[in-house]
């Protein structure tokens, strides 16, 4: 049994709390049938408008979640909207140090459900897992600076920027370094912002 696999049945458990929660999207974890789903609504432009590499072509995208998929270390999510059940996004915790109880987190979704405050419920719903479940110390992200929506929406949440922690990051074009801010949030961060959802 892996370290995530212990974890696997208290976080479906939540889960299913989340849907029946207020909540107007939640989150779930990733299973076999919402793959080929998530390979559609995955090349969506809008979704990398921000992205390093974007991933609006068939080849990209598969590319993209193929690596996903195999990566063992990784909590996978999609994210659905509560009405409907349909499915409109996905999220992750990955680099999953058990040693430094920290994991970096991503979250992408479709055009049409973006800017709403969906971010909102997803990340309050991850982060219970990430703190409650799993006791990590600290969850982090690097969003590029002129994603102006996700830091405004971390930054809302409670989410802090680490100075020492930005990064300038390679793109596609070599000539061209993306500047990123280092976003965290602590467990002690996540107890005093009343994002907690009791489940």
Same mark, same amino acid.
């Given at each position: 049994?892996?370290?995530?696999?212990q974890?696997?049945?208290?976080?479906?458990?939540?889960?299913?709390?989340?849907?029946? @929660?207020? $909540?107007?999207?939640?989150?779930?974890?990733?299973?076999?049938?919402?793959?080929?789903?998530?390979? !559609?609504?995955?090349? #969506?432009?809008?979704?990398?408008? /921000?992205?390093? /590499?974007?991933? @609006?072509?068939?080849?990209? /995208?598969?590319?993209?979640?193929?690596?996903?998929?195999?990566?063992?270390?990784?909590f996978?999510?999609?994210?659905?909207?509560?009405?409907?059940?349909?499915?409109? =996004?996905?999220?992750? !915790?990955?680099?999953?140090? /058990? #040693?430094?109880?920290?994991?970096?987190? =991503?979250?992408? &979704?479709?055009? #049409?459900?973006? =800017?709403?405050?969906?971010?909102?419920?997803?990340?309050?719903? &991850?982060?219970?897992?990430?703190?409650?479940?799993?006791?990590?110390?600290?969850?982090?992200c690097?969003?590029? $600076? #002129?994603?102006?929506?996700?830091?405004k929406?971390?930054?809302? &949440?409670?989410?802090?920027?680490?100075?020492?922690?930005?990064?300038? @990051?390679?793109?596609?074009?070599?000539?061209?370094?993306?500047?990123?801010?280092?976003?965290?949030?602590?467990?002690?961060?996540?107890? $005093?912002? =009343? !994002?907690?959802? @009791? $489940?």
């Open positions: 049994m892996t370290n995530l696999a974890f696997t049945l208290l976080t479906q458990s939540f889960s299913r709390s989340f849907k029946q @929660s207020d $909540c107007g999207a939640y989150i779930q974890p990733l299973v076999d049938q919402d793959t080929e789903f998530m390979q !559609l609504i995955g090349i #969506d432009p809008r979704i990398w408008r /921000f992205a390093r /590499f974007p991933k @609006s072509t068939p080849e990209s /995208f598969n590319h993209y979640f193929t690596n996903v998929l195999s990566d063992e270390g990784s996978l999510f999609s994210v659905r909207l509560k009405e409907t059940d349909a499915i409109i =996004g996905f999220t992750r !915790l990955k680099n999953m140090d /058990f #040693d430094h109880r920290r994991a970096e987190t =991503g979250t992408w &979704l479709i055009g #049409d459900q973006q =800017g709403k405050g969906l971010n909102k419920y997803i990340k309050q719903q &991850l982060l219970t897992i990430a703190f409650d479940v799993l006791q990590l110390n600290e969850v982090y690097y969003v590029n $600076c #002129d994603n102006n929506p996700s830091v929406s971390l930054l809302s &949440l409670g989410f802090e920027i680490k100075e020492a922690q930005q990064r300038l @990051s390679p793109t596609h074009n070599e000539m061209v370094d993306m500047q990123q801010y280092y976003l965290h949030m602590t467990a002690e961060m996540f107890q $005093c912002s =009343g !994002l907690r959802l @009791s $489940c």
